[in-house]
Structure formats: structure tokens, C-alpha cells
């Protein structure tokens, strides 16, 4: 969109920008299309785009994608972008703060990429909603003033290094793609924006570590950042043991550390048992046959290599608002790396039986002692389930839950209906047995929720 345009829309809908809502238009259309370029969109993508404000970016994706969805946290851009996409049914406006809007439906929607020409004052919060692990966006394309980009892109020892810069870094690869100059929007910025690049940072990297545990060791420190870190983290284990596995002074200040060191700080903190461990291939297991007795029993190695009948437990954990809590495999795991399965799940060890298994499982997976559990079904082995005779149980759980790091990347509460939803439309995000295991749940929770 042109200058022209762009007042045109503004006087129409009675909008004066606002500096306290960092309202500078883009009207560089040069600028505007190639920004969009670097999204790379493909005809099955949807695009999230927060804060379109006038649709400079907007107008370049929308032909491009399969659908686009819009983020507007003002209420007569929203209006005036759901005048003009009226007749567009793959484009829908959502009238929403971007810090706060729901970013859970995207996951029904993949592949996902995010674009965003985001203001100073909130783009941190934005950020954070969005793209904090695990999220469903591939690809993000943001448009922030240069100050703001060169906390995300500094490394140990700059000024700018910090908090800001981890997070990111986290689970992203940052990339400074262009200087855009003052000249390119409407009110003119007093300072240069940049536009930059994120894309996923490949799980291989780094080992597996607790990322809540080391967002908060990251707050602590840096909340003090010129003091020596050591006065702010937990007493146990002893300072000087974790200085030395780290690799790092005992003197040095949270801006030093590099990204890897944090890691390595975070799984030295890390109290879970469980923490570095994915699964033990040395694990007995009871072989079974198709009645379900006992043949006798072979490790867990031997049992998946042979594809040997044996039993295992799936649990669904319900929060207060009914949405069920899924986690996301680790990569590290055996079978189905990476995708999103029951609440908790696992093997019965040799002897065990499965309610007893289910409640090891619980505490083990999700920390969860004491819960009461509902027998939901039964299902037979069969490929689906990785030749497993499938115990289902229920459960009800609120407040916090705590996961080893290896075994599990995250943990998400969902709504049924968005679970449905997206097992529809992507069976290939789950493991196999999940569908099998919904269904029993399903059928128990019923058509209103």
C-alpha cells in the first residue's frame, strides 16, 4: 500500500496513530514485498500475522497462502480489515491483544509462519506467546526497531546480551536481515528498524534440559546481572562442583555464559531423576500373549526389535477447564520421536500391574501423585498401538506439573474440540496409538465438550 492509501484508510476509520501503541505504517511497497518474500510462503502454509494495522504486509500474503490469520490489538484496524477481506473466507481478523491472543489453534493448522511488524513496547511479549517452545509456528519473519533486534542477536560479553537474547536463542536461529530507514513509514520513527529471520533450532544442538527451570535460573541471575551468579541460584549442589562441570569461573556473571553453558547449568540444577535419561534399553519387560498372560519377559530392546506382544498404560489428564494436558515426545525416544502423545504413558515393568503402572507413570512423567483414576477402555496390540495391550485411564489434575527434560519437550493443556480438530487434519502429528486411546476418552467425555 502506498502513502496515499494508507491515510485514506486511516482518515476513514478515524485513526490517529498512536505513539504509546508503536503505530508506524510501513508504505515502502518495495520494502512491503520483500519483506513478505522472505517468509517464503507455500501454497499449504497459514500465516499468523500480528499487527497488520493498515495491511501493507497483508495485501502481498493473503494471494499466497492457504489461510492467514490476523492479529489486531486495535479495534478500527480490526474493524477495517474485516471490511476488507469480507469476501476472503481464508482470511479471518481477530480483534486481540497479540502478548495475550490464544496461539493453541495453530497447531490444527500447521505448517505455520509467523509474521510481524511489532511494536518496541510489547514485541518481547508477543514473541513469547507465539514462538516459546513448543509452539506451532516453522518459520517467523519480524519487522522491530534495531535496539530491539540487537538484544535478540547479542552474544556473551555484548552490552546488549541478556535475557532477551537466550529466550530467543533458545529455540531459535536469529538472522538480521535488512536496515529499514525512517523514511519507509508513516509517522516517521525517530531510529532504524530491522527486519530479521528465525528459524527452529535443530534439537540435536543441544542436549535435552528443562526449559521453565532454565528461564527462571536465567531471571534470577540476570536480575542482578553484575553481580556474581552464584549468590543467586539454589545451594545444592555445591557452586564450586557445578562451576567446574560447566566450565565456567566461580566468580562469572549470568552475561558471560553462552547459550550451551546455560544448558549445562540448568541440567546440573535439574533434580528430576529422570532428567538425562530418554529410556533404558536394559528395561524388563513382561512378554505376553493375545490373552493378555504372561510368557515370560525380555528387555526393552529385545521387545521392540521383535515387535514381542507386552503392555503398556496411556493416562489423560483433564485440567478445571476440561482440556486435556497432551505432551510432546522428546526426539530422543525409541518410538515416535518429536510428535505429541497421551498425557502420560508408558511401559509396565515386569510384575506390575497396570494401575499401579499408571500411577508410576503419572509421578514419573508429570509429577502427579495421588490422583484418582477412572478406567476409560481397553485396547488389543496391533501395530497401532506397538503390539501393546493398552490400559486407558482418566485423570483430573490442576495447578503446575513437572516433566523430565529427556523424555518430554513440553506439556500443553487442549481443549477436545481443538484435539479433534486437529487429529483430522494431522494424524501425523500424534503417535499412533493416541487416535485409539482419544477415541475411548472421547466417547467418555461427550459430544459437549
Known sequence: MKAAQIHEVLNHFNVTPSKSMGQNFLTDENIARWIVNQL???????????????????????????????????????????????????????????????????????????MGNLPYSAGGAILANFLTAPCACQRAVVMLQKEFIDRILAQPGDEAYGLLSLRIQMDWVPKALKTVPPEAFSPRPKIDSTVMLLTPRNPVELPPYDHRLMDELMRRCFAQRRKQMHKQLPATPPWAEVAAKVGISPTARPEELGLAQWVALTNAYDPHPLATVAQKDDELFDVVDEQDCVLRQATRREVHEQDLLHRAVHILVFNKNHDCLLQKRSHLKDRHPGVWDSSAAGHLDAGEDYETAAHRELQEELGITNARLVHVGNLPPSPQTGYEHVCIYAAMQDGRVTFPAAEIEGVLPFPARLIDRWLERRPQDFATSFALCWQNVRTMLGSGV
Not at 492457504?66 to 477481506?85: G, M, N, P, S, T
Not at 491483544?97 to 490444527?108: I, K, N, S, V, Y
Open 40 to 114: 517464503d510462503i507455500q501454497p499449504e502454509d497459514c500465516v499468523v500475522e500480528v499487527g497488520p494495522g493498515t495491511g501493507a504486509l497483508t495485501e502481498h500474503m493473503a494471494p499466497l497462502c492457504r489461510k492467514l490469520i490476523l492479529v489486531e490489538f486495535d479495534a478500527r484496524l480490526a474493524a477495517y480489515q474485516r471490511e476488507r477481506w469480507a469476501d476472503s473466507p481464508h482470511v479471518e481478523v481477530h480483534h486481540a491483544d497479540g502478548a495475550t491472543w490464544d496461539p493453541r489453534c495453530l497447531f490444527a493448522e500447521q505448517p505455520v509462519k509467523f
